[in-house]
């Protein structure tokens, strides 16, 4: 991205920055917010609708060929929460057959701002701005004129706008959705994500999954309410939020099945294992369908591995959280020319091999650390599960993670038969700690650690780039309500680093 500085004449006015990022150029000041590490997220934003764009079309042309009526949509884009303009200023110049792109914020400054970047850029032809509530202007478009299109990117928390996003988007339309509050999803304050997404976060290994999963519950929750339900295409976490794509659809029969794509998780506070446990179970009996509550709970009060206690989170959504089908495709049409190319097409990659039916996952070191036990590499065990029997993968939000279809206690047992192999330090082994009541149970079999000719993926034999390090010095979701763009936003992080230190030493002084 390349970005130029203009400073206005008038000493009192705010440094304008000029920036360019993919085919758009924008101006803009420290009170809109642009953030330059989401350039990642606009990219495959724009790969996502251009891909399904053109399926969308299809899926019209096919219906209008075989029943009358069925209007010739074009497609238009809202983006509720604009800011400076950027990502709608893209969507129209690079995303084939977009007729319509709505600018939406309720920043006065935010609005004055997007009008000038959207005649600099040549698209007010295609580009709307508008200046209201996100929420109010989506339930004007509640009953008509409803969108193919809607991007939600808010800071934080982004619940208190899809109870109008799924009634606002056309039926066969596609939502993206961003939430940034990782702490809240992540387990770290599990009574506000009650409040806010309507399940229980807890901290667990694969933390980033379970908020991925919470959110796509709470999708499907305000959908329901209208007689709708989600397909999701793709599902990511990265940086410091997760985005999600998903499809919008209507069928009261369908909405039917939504509680047996929801499960809670019961976690284990000593070895970090999880158990699922559907909300409803359905049977089809001669293509009738019977549905009913699941007895339980499928654990005992205490980890039958390791003897600890249980938490209870959830519901979360325990369905796939991707099309492979459409991943696939999106990753034969996503345009090389995009700045983050190389790691769209890692992070795709790897998303490809993921276990689609297999929720939340194991880490390695996670594994290793409960046993205080040497580390096996990640080949070495991948193996050990394959030569069982059992599939395994990496998921794209943990570069040490194991998704597997192999039960908890074959997981375990083949870490007991490392450990055998690997002995640990006795001083380690305190009684009544996960490690001893672990080690203290003899594994069922002898698991072989032979290498495997499948443990390597393919997208690890390729190098693609499949996890990615801190995207730059000082990267965050930024400060609410003001741009902090390059230079500034650095500032204020050196400024503000050491703090609570400084604080508690001037506290010192003082007394």
């Known amino acids: 991205m390349e970005s130029q500085q203009k400073i206005s004449p008038n000493s009192n006015a705010t440094p304008i920055k000029e920036i360019t990022e993919g085919s758009a150029t924008i101006s803009t000041s420290g009170a809109v917010f642009y953030n330059p590490v989401q350039e990642f997220n606009r990219d495959l934003s724009i790969a996502v609708i251009s891909t399904f764009v053109n399926d969308y079309k299809e899926e019209l042309k096919a219906a209008k060929g075989q029943q009358t009526g069925v209007e010739n949509n074009k497609i238009t884009i809202l983006e509720a ?16 057959g977009v007729e319509r792109v709505i600018a939406n914020d309720i920043s006065t400054k ?84 009650y409040s806010k997404y309507g399940a229980i976060s807890i901290r667990i290994k694969s933390c980033h999954e379970m908020a991925v999963r919470i959110l796509l519950q709470c999708i499907e929750s305000h959908a329901n309410r209208y007689g709708r339900y989600i397909v999701p295409l793709l599902s990511l ?20 099945f939504s509680a047996t794509k929801l499960s809670h998780v019961y976690h284990c ?28 709970p499928p654990v005992s009060k205490n980890c039958e591995e390791c003897k600890h206690p249980h938490h209870i989170g959830g519901p979360i959504w325990s369905a796939p959280i991707h099309s492979h089908e459409f991943v696939k495709k999106l990753l034969d049409t996503v345009p090389d020319s995009l700045k983050t190319y190389k790691r769209i097409e890692g992070v795709l990659s790897v998303i490809l091999e993921e276990l ?26 991948r193996s050990a599960l394959l030569n069982a ?30 450990a055998k192999q690997h002995p640990v330090s006795q001083k380690r082994l305190i009684e009544g700690t996960p490690a001893f009541n672990i080690l203290n149970i003899e594994p069922d079999q002898e698991y072989s650690f032979k290498i495997h000719a ?50 508690v030493s001037q506290e010192s002084v003082d007394k």
């Not at 940086?239 to 039917?256: E, H, L, Q, W």
């Not at 993926?457 to 995207?471: A, C, I, M, Y």
Request: overall charge positive; glycine content about 6%.
């Open 269 to 296: 506070t000593g070895c970090d294992s999880f158990t699922l446990h559907p909300l409803i179970i359905a049977k089809t009996d001669k293509n009738h369908h019977k549905f009913g509550i699941p007895s339980g």
């Open 454 to 503: 499948q443990a390597n993926p393919e997208s690890r034999k390729k190098g693609f780039l499949r996890f990615q390090e801190n995207p730059a010095p000082h990267w965050g979701p930024g400060c609410r309500a003001t741009a902090m763009v390059g230079e500034q936003k650095i500032q204020k992080s050196v400024k503000n680093q050491g703090k609570r230190k400084r604080d």
């Open 110 to 193: 935010a609005v004055e701002d997007i009008k000038q970047n959207v005649v600099k850029n040549n698209v007010d032809q295609i580009v709307s701005v508008s200046h209201s509530d996100a929420s109010m202007l989506m339930y004007q478009h509640r009953k008509s004129d409803q969108f193919e299109v809607i991007d939600l990117d808010p800071y934080g928390c982004p619940s208190h706008f899809l109870d109008s996003s799924v009634q606002a988007v056309k039926e066969g339309g596609l939502l993206l959705i961003t939430a940034t509050d990782m702490a809240v999803l992540a387990g770290n304050s599990p009574e506000t994500c």
């Open 356 to 381: 689609i039916d297999q929720p939340l996952y194991y880490t390695l070191d996670r594994l290793s650390g409960t046993l205080h036990v040497e580390m096996p590499s990640m080949m070495v065990l």
């Open 389 to 418: 029997g059992y599939m395994v993968s990496f998921t794209h939000m943990n570069k040490t993670s194991i998704k597997t279809d192999a039960p908890k206690k074959v997981v375990w047992d083949i870490m007991r038969c490392w």
């Open 237 to 256: 976490s990265a940086d410091f939020y997760i985005r999600v794509f998903v499809r919008v659809f209507s069928g009261a029969k369908k909405c039917k």
């Open 81 to 96: 929460l604009s800011a400076t303009g950027l990502r709608s200023i893209r969507y129209a110049k690079e995303i084939p």
